[in-house]
């Protein structure tokens, strides 16, 4: 069986840099470590990290004694006066990427303009984004959601970091039509674009693919979704205990690929047993016994 790697996969640069200084800092703990909401979509990382200390908390009134890692998602601006008042320590991992959409809001919202989000509502980085600017952003993920946006003289488009182009095409062609004046920020990160791109390229060109990364993850459902277009015999796996090897013995090409919150090792367990496939297909049930839990 021939495997093909997808070349962007994985880890982004700023969830791999939330995740190595989490374990820096739970490893070298003398105090209590919380996280602000969970660190990533990937189940098995965060059960990891818990199991060497982490506490996961959804409010910054809970931490007692400790320090607080901030996710690469941000926070809302206010997050940071609290933690100053209540001496309270960051290990700020927020992703340069997402910083950058955080200052430009910011920014805008002082010289007058009304901030316009092109993103969820509901995602946490959006939440962050419009606490720079005083939780005054209209979020538009939608062309009904443009209609409740008054005239205005002045506005500012940014966006949610993972949204895809298309979308910010469309959207912001409209949202402009609100305004005397518009600034227009695309302040979209390339990482979900060259993953989906390189998804696409493996998926046509193999019997299956394998996509690893969170069920819940929404990052990993959109590969999912593009590689079944190209390639019906996708599979969603969260580790390889997912995966029903039986099928994979009519399988010539097989490619696989991850989400951006899927951590390096449970990849490289895909890659050893598929890679191992022909030789050990007798005994595959016995490897997999064998993994970790
Ligand atoms: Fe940052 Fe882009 Fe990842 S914004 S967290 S590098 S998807």
Redesign the pocket.
Same mark, same amino acid.
């Given at each position: 069986m021939k495997i093909i790697l997808a070349e962007n996969s994985g880890f !982004? %640069?700023? &969830?791999k840099k939330a995740i190595d200084s989490a374990y820096e800092t739970v490893n070298n703990k003398k105090n209590n470590v919380y996280s602000l909401g969970p660190l990533i979509h990937n189940k098995q990382v965060i059960e990891q990290l818990k199991s060497k200390g982490l506490k996961t908390i959804e409010n910054i009134d809970d931490v007692k004694n400790g320090k607080v890692i901030i996710r690469?998602h941000g926070v809302p601006l206010n997050i940071y006066d609290k933690t100053k008042e209540n001496n309270i320590e960051l290990i700020d991992s927020t992703?340069p %990427? &997402?910083r950058k959409v955080q200052k430009k809001a910011n920014e805008y919202y002082n010289k007058g303009y009304q901030i316009v989000i092109i993103g969820d509502k509901e995602h946490p980085e959006v939440i962050g984004i419009n606490g720079w600017c005083n939780n005054s952003a209209y979020i538009v993920n939608s062309m009904e959601d443009i209609k409740k946006i008054p005239l205005l003289n002045k506005l500012c488009i940014v966006a949610q @970091? @993972?949204i895809t182009e298309e979308k910010f095409e469309k959207l912001s062609k409209e949202i402009v039509k609100k305004a005397k004046e518009s600034k227009i920020f695309n302040t979209i !990160?390339n *990482? @979900?674009q060259l993953r989906q791109e390189s998804c696409k390229k493996v998926a046509q060109k193999v019997d299956a693919m394998i996509v690893i990364g969170g069920f819940h993850s929404s990052n990993t459902q959109k590969l999912v979704k593009i590689s079944k277009k190209y390639c019906p015999n996708t599979y969603h796996i969260e580790t390889i205990k997912d995966l029903p090897l039986e099928d994979f013995k009519k399988y010539q090409t097989v490619g696989i690929t991850a989400g *951006?919150s899927t951590p390096d090792w449970i990849i490289k367990e895909v890659i050893d047993i598929m890679s191992n496939f022909n030789n050990h297909n007798e005994n595959m049930n016995s490897m997999l016994n064998s993994l970790s839990d």
């Open positions: !982004c %640069f700023g &969830v690469s992703c %990427f &997402v @970091t @993972t !990160c *990482a @979900t *951006a």
